[in-house]
């Protein structure tokens, strides 16, 4: 069955390092997504991505995040100087496309920055 | 500002109960509501509700969405330990994308 898949597991940095979270989303899908999720406390939606380019994003997602489709493979999320308050699991979804709104999640990048 | 709640926060049974979760909303422009459930990472999908009224049921587990009141409620029959996990509720709105709510901690004693 595909899915999708995200490296690091465990990204351990530096406040003020730059991280980039990858992410390879089911092949086909059109419709990608970032979302973090602080250590017990709700899952939050970050960014979507449609069309190469970014359709949505939350006010979390300020000039410090960006995203990347780099080669029709995998979708990135580059953090510039990291916060402490950056640590957070990080999931990446994807879906299908326009009136599939089943949405399929990786198994979370846990970043932690020190 | 949107917001998703849920109810209860957290919740212990036996096997064999059922129980019932709740989602309450309210968003600027409602699309659907969903359910996941996460386990020890990341959230699988269980139902998506655009319509109120009509349930939608996969084994033990039926949902069924409210419009005009707002909410939804997950049921589960005849719980399971495998059934332990944080059950999330999330509202896709046309401006924000997806709003999760803090989810309902199950918890499934044998």
């Known amino acids: 069955e595909p899915e999708v898949t995200q490296t690091p597991s465990h990204q351990v940095t530096q406040m003020g390092q730059e991280v980039i979270l990858r992410c390879v989303p089911i092949?086909?899908?059109?419709?990608f997504y970032w979302y973090r999720q602080i250590l017990g406390q709700k899952v939050e939606f970050l960014v979507s991505f449609y069309n190469n380019e970014i359709s949505e994003k939350s006010e979390i997602f300020d000039d410090q995040f960006s995203v990347e489709r780099p080669d029709g493979s995998n979708f990135t999320l580059k953090i510039r100087s990291t916060k402490l308050e950056d640590s957070a699991m990080y999931f990446c979804?994807?879906?299908?496309?326009?009136?599939?709104?089943?949405?399929?999640f990786g198994p979370g990048t846990r970043l932690t920055v020190t | 500002e949107d917001k998703v709640v849920q109810s209860p926060l957290s919740l212990v049974v036996h096997e064999g109960d059922t129980v019932t979760l709740n989602c309450s909303y309210e968003v600027t422009n409602f699309r659907s509501l969903l359910w996941y459930k996460q386990e020890k990472k990341a959230p699988t999908f269980l139902f998506m509700l655009?319509?109120?009224?009509i349930e939608k049921k996969s084994g033990r587990l039926s949902s069924i969405l409210d419009k005009k009141e707002l909410f939804s409620i997950l049921n589960i029959t005849a719980t399971q330990t495998g059934d332990s996990a944080i059950y999330l509720c999330?509202?896709?709105?046309?401006?924000?994308?997806?709003?999760f709510g803090p989810g309902t901690r199950l918890s499934v004693l044998p």
């Open positions: 092949s086909n899908h059109l419709y």
């Open positions: 979804a994807s879906r299908a496309g326009t009136g599939i709104y089943e949405q399929y």
């Open positions: 999330a509202v896709d709105d046309y401006g924000q994308n997806f709003v």
């Open positions: 655009t319509s109120s009224g």
